[in-house]
């Protein structure tokens, strides 16, 4: 059974500071991972989709990485902005769910 | 393009009642998947429908059923409810030709349905 760990479960950090989070899964044989972001009490938006054949993707300040045999991924936050504060989640895909999600990561970025 | 949409957005129901919630995707989206959050448990995946038919099932009770109409558009129905249903119900739609392709799901805002 997958399982997906996210670590920290929280964080604070200073306005302009670069950061990373962290996703650990135990199955790699997955179709994909996806790193999303929630405001409170609002929906999922998908930050970065990466194919199981991919290392990376980028998209304006993030950016994220997939280690497949080791079953990690990184999400890179550069010169963090206020209004990044969040919870950051990730999810992996398989041949069994669309998405196995970790139970997040919650950002705060201080002014 | 719109986005995906669920309605309604809040709900109160009763123990022992039952509830139906929908969810149109973003169009020409054929996979419909949903999704239970709660604090404990986290964000768990209840199923998934493609052209109507159920791909795939979370480990739910038979109380949660859903179903896809032939605009793509999905429906779950939680029969007897139980004050542990208490959640955020969320419904994610893809492109996804078939099975073992990726693509991005789009997440709705989510259906917050209070069991009193």
């Known amino acids: 059974k997958q399982e997906v760990t996210q670590i920290p479960a929280a964080l604070s950090v200073p306005e302009g500071e670069n950061l990373v989070l962290n996703c650990s899964f135990t199955d790699s044989a997955i179709y994909n991972l996806q790193w999303f972001r929630q405001d409170p009490g609002k929906g999922l938006t998908s930050l970065l989709l990466i194919q199981s054949s991919q290392r990376e993707q980028t998209s304006g300040r993030l950016n994220a990485s997939l280690d497949k045999s080791s079953g990690r991924s990184t999400l890179y936050i550069a010169a963090s902005q206020p209004g990044d504060s969040a919870t950051y989640l990730c999810?992996?895909?398989?041949?069994?769910?669309?998405?196995?999600f970790g139970k997040g990561t919650r950002l705060s970025v201080i002014a | 393009k719109a986005g995906v949409t669920q309605t309604p957005r809040y709900l109160i129901k009763t123990r022992g009642q039952q509830v139906t919630l929908s969810c149109s995707p973003i169009?020409?989206?054929?996979?419909v998947s949903w999704y239970q959050q709660t604090p404990g448990q986290g964000l768990q995946f209840l199923f998934e429908?493609?052209?109507?038919?159920?791909?795939n099932k979370g480990n739910f009770p038979g109380r949660f059923s859903g179903r896809q109409f032939s605009n793509s558009r999905s429906e779950m129905n939680v029969s007897t409810l139980e004050l542990g249903d208490s959640a955020l119900y969320l419904c994610?739609?893809?492109?996804?030709?078939?099975?073992?392709?990726?693509?991005?799901?789009?997440f709705g805002p989510g259906t917050r349905l209070t069991v009193l």
């Open positions: 994610a739609s893809s492109w996804s030709p078939g099975q073992g392709v990726a693509d991005t799901q789009y």
């Open positions: 429908y493609f052209s109507e038919t159920q791909r």
């Open positions: 999810a992996v895909g398989n041949q069994v769910t669309p998405l196995v």
């Open positions: 169009s020409g989206h054929r996979s």
